[in-house]
Nanobody, 122 residues
Framework: QVQLVESGGGLVQAGGSLTLSCAAS????????MAWFRQVPGDERVQVAS???????RYMDSVKGRFTISRDDTKNTVNLRMNNLKAEDTAVYYC????????????????WGQGTQVTVSS
């Protein structure tokens, strides 16, 4: 099927930067929307940013101007550059995508990776 693997998390001081990466692999024909989500214990998983196949991007209000999402369709990867990190950005970050497999089955955000922990110390 499809696997999503996130990387790049870590511990950083407030004001610092991190770049998260996510690689999708498996029987992928094409990927439409790609997105990053985050979740803190006890809360729902929320979408942080998304990028369409046309490159249109959207961000949650609290990260606008600080986070940048990008994708490389030749590698089936999506990145999230996070600048000026704040303590409230601490969470487990996950990527997901709207994927069409080689057997022409559409999966809309059905696959979740293990996530990557981002911890921002104040």
């Amino acid at each position: 099927q499809v696997q999503l693997v996130e990387s790049g998390g870590g511990l950083v001081q407030a004001g610092g930067s991190l770049t998260l990466s996510c690689a999708a692999s498996g029987n992928i024909h094409s990927i439409n929307l790609m997105a990053w989500f985050r979740q803190v214990p006890g809360d729902e998983r929320v979408q942080v940013a998304s990028i369409s196949s046309d490159g249109d991007t959207r961000y949650m209000d609290s990260v606008k101007g600080r986070f940048t999402i990008s994708r490389d369709d030749t590698k089936n990867t999506v990145n999230l550059r996070m600048n000026n990190l704040k303590a409230e950005d601490t969470a487990v970050y996950y990527c997901n995508a709207d994927i069409l497999t080689t057997d022409m089955v559409q999966y809309e955000f059905d696959f979740w990776g293990q996530g990557t922990q981002v911890t921002v110390s104040s």
